[in-house]
């Protein structure tokens, strides 16, 4: 046998941006034995994670839920709403932006990527994968779209490969005020329960999340949150689709059932997640990580190193890209801190592969969850010969003393 030590003394730090590590009280509700389906408990079990779900985007219409990775719920979002050949007007804000392009043509649409052009002086990065959304770029698009061929606007919200959060209100001002009738779609898997998102009162069409990041449940269900024009689109709408269809599976949500068999313990998970969410409270949550994201950033300040987000207006409360220094390999870094410390934590991704690795700060975390991950990547650094300036940790512990508060308590 070989000598594998997969439980070594202690926990994990999984401090990868998702999946992020599961709370005790929601593995503890998966454990329930699975309930039939199609038998009177499980309405009640639909029905309650169908409204709670609500709650969360922040919407009166309906969620879809479907049992797949957030991938899946990109391609539901593109199939219900759009036909072959739609102008899709896409905009590149690192590499989850690139992917969801990729499926657009892949599955006969045609994306236009618009970006930020240039390239950063600084770390030799592409700007557009430094900055959030610019809202004006898309606007000019589309009033220079006359015929209104572009069907669709399509923007990740918390662009994980970067760290950067993109304002929403802003995109959806900008296709207002171009008069342009093209659906919005956003993609806010790693932001919801996170970052402060709102589906109806941003004027979103089809909001697309997943359940491994701010909801705190392993993979497996991903959502479609809707509007009644992007319902309406898909009354017309002509890629093919039957597994992804909205209109049977909202059809038989009104009971709290689905089409087909649900996961069901998952469901049982996101029950536990919703309650736990909304016990705190969703501008509590908001708050909370958008405190961890500032001391985590205090951190690699002090360090005297660069983070991947170079937008102050939009650093991501969920995860914080760090830029190593030229000619240090950020997966040499990683594999480290992995070896020595028994901490995950993201790679750079695409564009970005060895350039920057990403600390999530999401979901179940607190002040000490973040003072011992930064303390795993300061000591992880040091190791791998890169000159730090400061102490990061000395720095976030600084300004988490500084801005600590008696925490909300409710019962594990
Ligand atoms: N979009 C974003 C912003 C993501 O962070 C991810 C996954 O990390 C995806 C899409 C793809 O989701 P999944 O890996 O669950 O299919």
Redesign the pocket.
Known sequence: MPNLNFHPAGRHFLQIP?PSPVPDRILRAMSHPTIDHRGPEFGVLGRQVLSGIQQIFKTRHPVVIYPA????A?EAALANTLSPGDAVLMYETGH?AS?WKKMAERLGLQPEFIALPGTDTETGLPNSWRHGVQADLIGQRLRDDRAHRIKAVCV?H???STGVTSNIAAVRRAIDAAGHPALLLV?T??GLASADYRHDEWGVDVTIS?S?KGLMLP?GI?FNALSPKALEASKTSKLPKSFWAWDEIVEMNQTGYWPYTPNTNLLYGLAEAIDMILAEGLDNVYTRHDRLAAACRGAVQAWGLTTQCADPAVHSPVLTGVVTPVGVDADQVRALIYERFNMSLGAGLGKLKGRMFRIGHLGDCNDLTLMATLAGCEMGLRLAGVKLGDSGVAAAMEQLAATSTALARHPH
């Not at 990775?69 to 899946?72: A, E, I, N, Q, W």
């Open positions: 998702g990775s957030g991938t899946g990109w989850f992917l990740v918390n662009e994980t993609d898997i790693s997943g491994q993979p991903s």
